[in-house]
Structures are given as structure tokens and as C-alpha cells.
């Protein structure tokens, strides 16, 4: 059969169409566009059908889908979308925490540099300061090993303007937070309250690799579709790893007791309960009860008890 793609604006973009077999999948009909439109590889390509009477979004064509299973037909029109360069989930998260880790290390490790003001007269560091720098060395380094070793990702790319982003934004949070943490002038709780505080944001940091795994075994070539999460925290929180992320580094504040490291968490947290909504919603969408799909059960979004 033959299909025709269109821009959204309704050009023609390969003349005479494409041809290709009902049979074929998703990934068949990219590379022949790739071939006919060379700049777009496959990851930057998107196709949806076109839109039905009373919606405005036309279903999209998902990659490891058979043609067929879109019902497509002799001259049917496909709807194009560029989605911009690309890059790898696994390159924006190495980054990302990668940076994070170098730029708290640098601050620890040169103050000289950055407080020069108390250079002739630089106090050793406190033990807290030393358990706060140990604790951001331990979660960035987990964070690394995971994305490589542990995650499996729904989708391979990303768009490249998220790696600038995402940097910015752990980055530019790691150099806040050490400023204050790294500080001749910074003045620790007492020992108790840090042990204590690291001690919890350590059994979160334990729970949140757990759930992490129990995703990845979601995705595991022996999983059939997508499935309710369960097991462990899941079993009562839908986001139980955004869960155990943010009541981590709450105990962490309160173990260094410093208002930049309450503002990281609150940026952070603000973003994950966003992530967290749409989870939820699509969740309960996929898992609705009817035509033989299981209920999604009731849970907590992210924050027991407030949310």
C-alpha cells in the first residue's frame, strides 16, 4: 500500500507518497522516510494519524507497532512532526549527575577559591560538613550507576535542548547548595540531629533503589505490556520512588539544617508531583476496569499523607 506524509500544515513532503506493506512496523516506515528525508532519523520522527471528527490530536504510531494495528489503508495521509535533535536519556542523566558530583567536589575541595575572604584563616571542616559532602557523593554516584546499570527507559532520546536544562538546573543547585554547606561561617546542628537525619535519608536512599528495580522489572523482555507497579512501596504509593527522593532529602535537611538545601528540595519536589499527576491520571486511564483490563487500585499519588 501507499501512504502520503503531510506536515501539519498540510504539505507534501515526499512526492508520490511512501510505499510499504501493512505488515511492516513503525521503525519500517521511518527508515524509509530517513531515506527519502535524510536529516530525519528515526528518533526525531513522530507520525500520527490524522485527526478524527471532535478530537484534536490524531493517534500517534508508536514505535515496535505494527502498521496493521492502526487499521491504515491504500492513500492514507500520516501527519509529520520533527521533533529536533536528539539525545540519549542515559547521556542527559550521566551528565547531569555527573556535574553535580564535580561541582559540590570542587567547592569542598578548593575553598580557597571560593572564599577568599577567610583564605589566611580557613577552619577545617566540621564532621557535618564532611557527612553533608559524603551523602551528595553517595546519591549522585547511585544515580550514575542506575541509569547504566538499573533503568530502563520507555523511550531512547530525548530532545537536546533538555540536556542543557537538566544541567543547569543540578548544576546550578549543587553549586547553591555547597555554597552554603561548604561555608567557613556555616554553623551545624548538633551531632544527634545530623547522625539521626543521615541515618533516615540513608533507609529512603535503600527504599528508593528498591523501587527502582521493581520499575525496571516492568520493562524486562520477559514482561508482557505494561503493568500496574506493585510490590513494596507500590503497593500504597503510585510515585513510591519520587516518594522515597524527597522524604530522603528532607531528612538530609534536617541533618545539615541549611534553608538552600529546603529550597532544592522544594523545586525539586514541585516538579516530581507534576510528574507524579500524570502518572497517576495515566495509569488510571490504562487500567480502568473495562473490556477486561484490571482496575488501577486506590493509592496515594506521591506524598503520603498530603498527596
Known amino acids: 500500500m501507499k501512504l502520503y506524509i503531510q506536515s501539519s500544515s498540510g504539505k507534501e513532503l515526499v512526492a508520490g507518497g511512501i510505499a510499504i506493506q501493512s505488515s511492516d ?43 496493521a494495528e492502526y487499521g491504515l489503508q491504500e492513500g492514507q495521509v500520516l501527519i509529520f512532526k520533527d521533533l529536533g535533535p536528539q539525545v540519549g536519556y542515559g547521556t542527559v542523566y550521566f551528565w547531569e549527575y555527573f556535574g553535580a558530583l564535580v561541582v559540590y567536589a570542587l567547592m569542598f575541595y578548593c575553598r580557597g577559591i571560593f572564599y577568599p575572604s577567610f583564605r589566611s584563616n580557613m577552619q577545617p571542616m566540621t564532621l557535618t560538613q564532611q557527612l553533608a559532602f559524603a551523602f551528595w557523593t553517595f546519591h549522585f554516584t547511585k544515580r550514575i550507576l542506575e ?31 555547597a555554597y552554603f554547606l561548604c561555608h567557613p561561617l556555616y554553623t551545624p546542628p548538633g551531632l544527634k540531629q545530623t547522625y539521626a537525619g543521615l541515618a533516615f535519608a540513608m533507609i529512603w536512599q535503600v527504599a528508593n533503589f528498591r523501587c527502582h528495580l521493581l520499575l525496571a522489572n ?5 514482561s508482557k505490556g505494561y503493568q500496574i507497579p506493585k510490590g513494596f512501596l507500590f503497593n500504597y504509593v503510585t510515585c513510591a520512588n519520587y516518594m522515597c527522593e524527597v522524604y530522603a532529602w528532607v531528612c538530609f535537611a534536617i541533618a545539615v539544617q541549611t534553608l538552600a538545601v529546603f529550597i532544592f528540595i522544594t523545586a525539586g ?7 507524579a499527576q500524570g502518572k497517576h491520571r495515566r495509569l488510571r486511564k490504562m487500567f480502568d476496569g473495562q473490556e ?12 503520603p499523607p498530603f498527596f
Not at 530517513?34 to 530525519?40: C, G
Not at 490530536?57 to 515496535?64: A, D, I, N, Q
Not at 519536589?269 to 510528574?275: E, L, R
Open 25 to 67: 512496523s513503525v521503525e519500517d516506515l521511518q527508515k524509509q522516510f530517513q531515506r527519502r528525508k535524510s536529516q530525519y532519523y528515526p528518533s526525531r520522527q513522530r507520525f500520527t494519524l490524522q485527526p478524527a471528527p471532535g478530537e484534536k490530536r490524531g493517534k500517534v504510531l508508536t514505535p515496535g507497532s505494527r502498521l
Open 147 to 177: 541509569t547504566f546499570f538499573v533503568h530502563k527507559f520507555s523511550h531512547g532520546t530525548m530532545p537536546m535542548r533538555n540536556l542543557f536544562k537538566n544541567c543547569s538546573y543540578y548544576w546550578g543547585f549543587a553549586a547553591f547548595v
Open 218 to 222: 516492568l520493562r524486562s523482555p520477559s
Open 269 to 275: 519536589t514541585a516538579q516530581m508531583c507534576i510528574w
Open 292 to 303: 477486561g483490563r484490571p482496575k488501577y487500585p486506590r493509592r496515594w499519588i506521591m506524598l
